[in-house]
Each structure stands twice: as structure tokens, then as C-alpha cells.
């Protein structure tokens, strides 16, 4: 096994089968299907499931498939370190969609114009989803809510925010979880780290009978807390990227609403394309990295 097999075995199945992934690799058709069966004459382990003309990744596959990953990122990040290269190919990024609107406008730009040649693919999600995503490698970096708990990931904190709480105008001033009793919640699904500080703020006042409604978009939050439809808890800077917001806002403590958004990566994958950016991102006042574990 080398990494010309890995190649291979990682194209076709991107590809989803041998025709395609021949013409991806301008070989013929006989030559990949020789490699593949080489590979797992090798290996002494089936990788597809064939049928009909069709692969379908095996247990033995799937495995295969997260090391091949890895080792071929590694050998790339290997040649363009060694080579003095800029950075390339395709950075899997994710953010919560309220950094997406309200922060990463600036720090994409100046990121595609310090590398050109790197295509982001940008990822919204809550602020587990998201953790999750980078832990199994579907992400190699993303803009979360919460330093992560899991061991094996690193992170930088970034982004100081503050949230508020916002209701209609017409609401009386809340200075307590007693003055939002009956109210509903409105906030981003079950992994939004913002709904856990919002239900640890309400303590006792929020019961498992409490009004929930789910929306997945700050603007849809807003939107159906100026109707008076509920209360929501959302970060200032993302408050004040919605024009004529008809909201009240409502300062919290600032032990509650205080908190600072960090970039997570698992610890010791640092590609070229992530090593750019936070570079970037601390040339622009952002604090160096808390190298370790989670």
C-alpha cells in the first residue's frame, strides 16, 4: 500500500465508481480497477461491495477511507511545507450563523486575498453540530460557541461577544427570569450553545411545560420577537446587522452574557490552509492559540 493506492481508492469513491474516477485520474479504466484489487489483495480486506456495476463502500472501506484522509492531507501539508508553497486546495470551514453574518464578512475576504488558490467551503450548523463535524473530520476547522469539552481538539479564542435578550417593545423590563414566566423561547435547535445560556439564565423559571419554538435563522428570531410571538437571546453584533429591528433589548448579567467565540481544530491537524488563517485572524488582534486538548 502507498499513497498512489490512497489516491485511487479515495478518488473512486468520491467519484462514486471506476468509470468516473478514471477519467478524474486520466488512467484507463483496467488500471484502476487493477490498483483497487491490488490494494486489497494487500490489505487482505474487500473495501466495496459489488454489484451490478456499482461499488459500495464496505465496513473494511469506510475504515480505510479515514486513514487514507488523513494521510493524504498530511503528505500534502508535508510537500508545501517543505516547498515553501502557499496553501491550496479545499479548507472545510464551519461557523455559527451568527459569526457568519456578523464577523466572518472581513476575515474572508482578507483570507481569499492572502490565498487565492484556496477554495472555502463554508459550513453553518449550531455549535455542537459543528464541534461534531470537526472532531470527525468532516471539518477541519470551525467558529463555535464554546471551547470544546472532547479531548483531542485545540482552540483559539477569538470574537468577544455580548448577547442580550430581546423582546418585543411592548414587553415590560425584564431584570429577572421571573419577568419572562409564560413567555416562549424562541431560539436555534437542541446544540445551540446561546439556548443553554439563555435556559441556565432562566434556572427554575424555565420548566420542562415551557414554550419552546425552533427557527434556524437570527432573522426569522427576530422577526417573530418584534410580533410578540416570544424572547430570545442573541449576540448584539448580530442584532445590529438587522435594519429596523422592533425589538426591546435587555441587558443581562455580564457573567452571563459575556462570551467569546473560539476557532476548534483537532489537535495536531494543522493544514496549510488552517495555519493561514490563524494567522490571519491573530494578525488581526485576535489571542495565539491554547495549544492542548480540550
Not at 151 to 156: N, P, R, S, T, V
Not at 241 to 251: F, I, K, M, P
Not at 260 to 279: F, H, N
Request: glycine share 6%; charged share 20%.
Amino acid at each position: 500500500m502507498d499513497l498512489a493506492d490512497l489516491h485511487i481508492f479515495r478518488t473512486v469513491v468520491e467519484e462514486g465508481g471506476i468509470v468516473k474516477a478514471s477519467r478524474k485520474l486520466h488512467r484507463v479504466q483496467s488500471s484502476v480497477t487493477t490498483r483497487i484489487r491490488q490494494l486489497e489483495a494487500s490489505l487482505g480486506a474487500e473495501l466495496f461491495y459489488r454489484s451490478k456495476q456499482r461499488l459500495h463502500l464496505s465496513p473494511s472501506g469506510e475504515l480505510l477511507l479515514d486513514y487514507a484522509e488523513r494521510l493524504l492531507r498530511l503528505s500534502d501539508e508535508a510537500r508545501h511545507a517543505l516547498g515553501g508553497a502557499a496553501p491550496r486546495g479545499v479548507f472545510r470551514l464551519g461557523a455559527l450563523e451568527s459569526t457568519t453574518a456578523s464577523r466572518l464578512p472581513a476575515v474572508l475576504a482578507a483570507y481569499h486575498a492572502a490565498c487565492p488558490q484556496v477554495r472555502v467551503e463554508l459550513t453553518t450548523g449550531t455549535n455542537d453540530a459543528l464541534t461534531a463535524a470537526v472532531a470527525e473530520r468532516r471539518l477541519d476547522a470551525a467558529f463555535v460557541a464554546e471551547a470544546p469539552r472532547a479531548a483531542g481538539l485545540a482552540h483559539q479564542p477569538l470574537f468577544s461577544e455580548r448577547l442580550v435578550l430581546i423582546s418585543a417593545r411592548s414587553h415590560p423590563p425584564i431584570r429577572s427570569p421571573e419577568d419572562v414566566a409564560g413567555d416562549t423561547l424562541i431560539a436555534f435547535p437542541t446544540g445551540c450553545a446561546y439556548r443553554r445560556v439563555l435556559q441556565r439564565w432562566l434556572g427554575a423559571a424555565h420548566t420542562p411545560g415551557t414554550r419552546m419554538l425552533e427557527l434556524a435563522s437570527y432573522h426569522a428570531i427576530v422577526a417573530c420577537v418584534a410580533s410578540g410571538t416570544g424572547i430570545a437571546l442573541v449576540p448584539a453584533s448580530v442584532l445590529a446587522t438587522v435594519q429596523g429591528a422592533e425589538v426591546r433589548e435587555h441587558r443581562l448579567p455580564r457573567a452571563v452574557a459575556q462570551v467569546v467565540t473560539p476557532l476548534v481544530w483537532r489537535e495536531g491537524e494543522q493544514s496549510p490552509a488552517l495555519r493561514a488563517l490563524r494567522e490571519l485572524l491573530t494578525a488581526r488582534g485576535g489571542p495565539r492559540a491554547r495549544e492542548r486538548a480540550s
